[in-house]
C-alpha cells in the first residue's frame, strides 16, 4: 500500500497538535519511519491511533523525554496492529460487550447507546480482509455504527459540548490547521471523537 498525500498530511498535522505545534516538520529519519511502515502496509489510522497513545502516556509523566521522534511510536503501532488483528481473528463470537461497564452514567444506562455500541463491536469484530470484495461495504458499514454511537454519546453531554468543541478548536488553530480544509476536518473528526469518548469513559482504542 502506498500513503496518499493527504494522508501523509494528517500525520503531520496529528504530530503538530499533540506537541502543540513544536514538531509540525517531520525529519529525516521520521519520513524513513513513515516509508518502513508504509512498506508494512501499516494503515495511517493505525499510526495515529498509536500516535495519540503515545502522547497520552507522555502526559502522565512527571518528566517526559523532551525529544520525540516517530520511530518512538514503534511499540504503540505494533500493539494497534495486534489488536486489529486480533479483532479479526475474533469472529462474531466476540464479546461484544465488553468494556461498556467501565463506561460513565447516564450513557452507560442508556439501552440505545449500549445496543449501538455493541453493533459497532460486532461489525469490527466481523470485518473481511481488505482484498474481499465486500470490504469497502463493511467499512463502511462500521464507520456508520460508529457515527451513531458518538452522536448518542454527544447528545449526552448536554451543555459541555460548547465547551469541548472550543477546547478542540483552540487546539487545531494552535497547530496552524487552516479551517475548513480537509486535513483540519479530518483532524476534527478524529479528535472531537476521542473528546466525547474521554467524556464518557467510552472505549475506543484501536478505532
Known sequence: MSYTREEKDWLEREWAFRAWGRA???STDDYRQVLAWEADGVPMDLVVSA???FFDRRETRAKPRTFVALKHLDRDVA???KLRESLLRAGPELDAGRGWAQVKAPLRDDPAAKAAFEAWQRL???APSPESAGYLTHH???REARAVLLALAEGALGPRVEGLRAELRQRLEASDMKEGSLVWKRAWNHHWARLVAAAWDLPLEGA
Open 124 to 126: 469490527r469484530a466481523t
Open 51 to 53: 500516535l495519540n497513545a
Open 140 to 142: 463502511d458499514q462500521e
Open 24 to 26: 509540525g516538520l517531520l
Open 79 to 81: 500493539k494497534a496492529v
